[in-house]
Structures are given as C-alpha cells and as structure tokens.
C-alpha cells in the first residue's frame, strides 16, 4: 500500500517549536516531489514548503519562510517539517504529499500532488 503517514502535531504556545514527521511506505520518497501544506477550517489548503524536483532546493511560502524548515532522511524514507517560532496563524492541520512527474523550482508549492497523508493537527495557543 502506498502510504503517508504525518505525525509530531500538538498543542504549543505561542514562540514554541514541533517538528512534523511524513512517513513513507510502499514507495521510495527519494524519487518523488514532496511538499507540505496546510488547512485551517474554512481556509483553502496551502502550500507551506516543499523540494523542487532534481535540484531538492528548499522552497517556502512568505507566512512560513525564516521559520521553518524541510529536510529528509534518505535511509529513513522520512521527510521533516522543522517549524520555529510558532504562531497562533500557524494553526492548521499539516499535510505531506507526494507526486512522482517532475516539479520545478517554487511550482512545488502550488502543483498537484497524487499521494496525500491524513494531516496532523497543530495548534498554537496565545
């Protein structure tokens, strides 16, 4: 089964800091484009932060960039979402997602990706 599994939500205040865990299993994460993103209720999904296809650079939305951080782990299958200085706008449940075709650049913020997680909730208190 191809899967993504999302986990490291919480409850924080204000200024505190949690780092977002996606699991992979079924396939090989390596080889895909990952993005996070995010959804409050009410709100539209949005892009938070992702990895531009073949280059792995580092993109950002301006409400997250300087804040937080992606990275993985290759042997793990593991992608992380290192978020800093937390703020109450901040609270969403987080998604990672996944599309194998080639995404270039900051267009992985706004793509349309295959695979989805079933979000982890995070709450900043203030």
């Known amino acids: 089964q191809v899967q993504l599994v999302e986990s490291g939500g919480g409850l924080v205040q204000a200024g505190g800091s949690l780092r977002l865990s996606c699991a992979a299993s079924?396939?090989?994460?390596?080889?895909?484009?990952v993005g996070w993103f995010r959804q409050a209720p009410g709100k539209e999904r949005e892009g938070v932060s992702c990895?531009?296809?073949?280059?792995?650079?580092?993109y950002y939305s301006a409400s997250v960039k300087g804040r937080f951080t992606i990275s993985g782990d290759n042997a793990a299958n593991t992608v992380y979402l290192q978020m800093d200085n937390l703020k109450p706008e901040d609270t969403a449940v987080y998604y990672c997602?996944?599309?194998?075709?080639?995404?270039?650049?900051?267009?992985?913020?706004?793509?349309?990706?295959?695979?989805w997680g079933q979000g982890t909730q995070v709450t900043v208190s203030s």
């Open positions: 997602a996944t599309v194998y075709s080639g995404v270039y650049g900051s267009a992985c913020l706004t793509a349309k990706y295959e695979t």
């Open positions: 079924g396939f090989t994460l390596n080889y895909y484009t």
């Open positions: 990895r531009g296809y073949s280059d792995g650079r580092p």
